[in-house]
C-alpha cells in the first residue's frame, strides 16, 4: 500500500480520478436521458389517444406551467377549437425541418368562437401551431400558405407556450431582440409577443392536425388540412400549405449506447490504471 501512496503517484491518481468522475457523470446523465424519453414515450403513448377536449374546457384544466406528465400538465392532450384565424399578426417560428429540408413553422392567432358543444371559449385567442414551410416561401413556384378564411375548427395537440430559455446552456439558446415588432422566432414565446398582438394571448399552442372549414348548417365542411405523410414536393403549386408534420410518436433514442459508451471507458481506464501499476509496482523485473 505504502507503493501506491509515493508521493510521484499521487498526480497521476489524482488524474485518473478525475477521468474517471468525467466518464461516470457523462453515462449517468445518458442514462437520464434515456429515462426522460422512457418518460415522454409513455405520455405520449397514453394522452395521443385519449378523446379531444374542447380547448376552453382544457384551457381552464390545464396549467402551462405544469410539469411534465402531471395531471395538470397540458402535454400533447387533443384538444379541439372553433373560430378564425387572424393571419394578419402570425409569425414564423424559425430553423424547424421537414424531411430533411429547413424552413419555418407558421403560428397564427386564433380567434375562438363559442364551441358547438357549450363551452363559452369567444374571445380567448391562442397561437396555431399551422405547421411548415419551405425556407425558401416566397419564390414564385411554391403556393401560399393563407390560413382558411371564416369559421374554421381545427382539432390537435395542446402544448404549453416555450418562454425564455433557462438552465446552463441557456446562454447559448438562440434568442429573439427583446423589444420590436417580430417577424420571425425562435421559438414560440407567448409573453415576447404579447407586445405586438391586439388581445392577450393565452399560454397554450395547439399543433394543428386538422383544419376543417365549416359551412352552412347542412354543410359537413371543407377539409382545409391534413397531416403529410408522404415525401416533400413543394414544386408545380400541387400542393398546399403549410405542411402538418405526422404526431409525435414514440422512439428508442441512442442515449442508452451512450451511457454504455461511456460506462465502458469508466472500465477500460480503472483496469488499465490498475494492470499499469501493478507491472510497475509489483511485478518483479528480471535481470540478466
Known sequence: MTRLLRPRLLPWHLLVIAICALFATAGSWQLSRHQQLLDRNALLSE???ADAEPYPVAAEQYDPDASAGTPRDPRYRPVVAVGRFAPEHEVLWRSRAFDGQPGYHVLTPFVLHDDPTGAAGAGRVLLVNRGWIPYRYAEPEVPAFDPPAGPVRVEGRLMPAQGTPEGPLAAFAPRDPPDGVLDTVARPNVGRLQA???WPLDRFVLEAETLVRVGGATDAGEVWATVAEDGLDVSGGTLRLPLI?????PE????LGY???WFSFLMITLIGYVLLLR???FVPTRRG
Open 259 to 261: 451511457a454504455f459508451q
Open 47 to 49: 394522452r395521443l389517444v
Open 196 to 198: 405586438q398582438m391586439p
Open 279 to 281: 507491472r510497475r509496482l
Open 252 to 255: 428508442g433514442g441512442p442515449h
Open 245 to 249: 408534420p405526422p404526431a409525435p410518436a
